[in-house]
């Protein structure tokens, strides 16, 4: 897209990964949970979080939820689970088959593979 006089290149972004805060699980909001208790975050133990008296500096000992791993809790970043999840929405949304657009009008979208190449304006 042109801005101000500039080309730039845009591509929608990936959402953020979605995690249950009452049972720890990525993809869904604890509001739509059908789990009827919490889990903890760091120990996975049935209790909510907030009320675990697990020793949080001793990381290595923290246990995740989603990949059953230890060094690590449900609420860490460094989770295989929780860092592939945005990739796999991403490339299942039929959004992503689109160079950026603005309209919600399907017809003025731009197919990726038909668009002019990243970083070059149209001719």
């Not at 739509?32 to 907030?50: F, G, M, Q, Y």
């Not at 995740?64 to 791993?69: D, G, M």
């Not at 992503?96 to 990726?112: A, E, N, Q």
């Amino acid at each position: 897209i042109e801005l101000e006089g500039t080309w730039v290149c845009a591509r929608k972004l990936l959402a953020e990964t979605t995690r249950c805060l009452g049972r720890q699980h990525v993809g869904h909001f604890a509001k739509e949970c059908k789990a009827p208790s919490a889990t903890c975050a760091r120990c996975t133990v049935a209790h909510p979080t907030l009320e675990c008296t697990f020793n949080n500096r001793d990381i290595a000992a923290n246990s995740c939820f989603n990949c059953q791993a230890t060094g690590h809790g449900a609420e860490s970043c460094s989770c295989p689970i929780y860092t592939r999840t945005p990739w796999v929405c991403y490339h299942n949304s039929i959004a992503v088959k689109y160079v950026g657009f603005s309209s919600t009008d399907p017809k003025t979208w731009r197919l990726l593979e038909t668009s002019v190449p990243w970083g070059m304006p149209p001719s």
